[in-house]
């Protein structure tokens, strides 16, 4: 049974930076694809940042150059490293798993969510 549960997630002032952490039991960090996504509340969910089983990461254009997505093989984990916050990255974010080595617009396994609010 796979789950994904993030963490990490909190308030901040605009400018500030947060670390969101997505830990996995049942998936393959190391070799699955795995994407960060976020929604907030009335808007429509949005992919932040993707992270093939190669490697290969992909950003949205309103993170590029602010949001980092790593993962660590050996924790199970993924993260997404938020710099230069803005009052618009108030959002719910969400851990997901495709299912699959390369990455595409359906993903099977999601997290819970964690909450980020940035205050201007």
């Known amino acids: 049974q796979v789950q994904l549960v993030e963490s990490g997630g909190g308030s901040v002032q605009t400018g500030g930076s947060l670390r969101l952490s997505c830990t996995a039991s049942?998936?393959?960090?190391?070799?699955?694809?795995m994407a960060w996504f976020r929604q907030a509340p009335g808007k429509e969910r949005e992919r932040v940042a993707s992270?093939?089983?190669?490697?290969?990461?992909t950003y949205a254009d309103f993170v590029k150059g602010r949001f980092t997505i790593s993962r660590d093989n050996a924790a199970k984990t993924m993260y997404l490293q938020m710099n230069s916050l803005k009052p618009e990255d108030t959002s719910r974010y969400y851990c997901?798993?495709?299912?699959?080595?390369?990455?595409?617009?359906?993903?099977?396994?999601w997290g819970q969510g964690t909450q980020v609010t940035v205050s201007s």
């Open positions: 997901a798993g495709r299912g699959r080595s390369w990455c595409g617009p359906d993903y099977t396994y």
């Open positions: 049942g998936y393959s960090v190391s070799s699955g694809c």
């Open positions: 992270i093939d089983g190669l490697g290969y990461t």
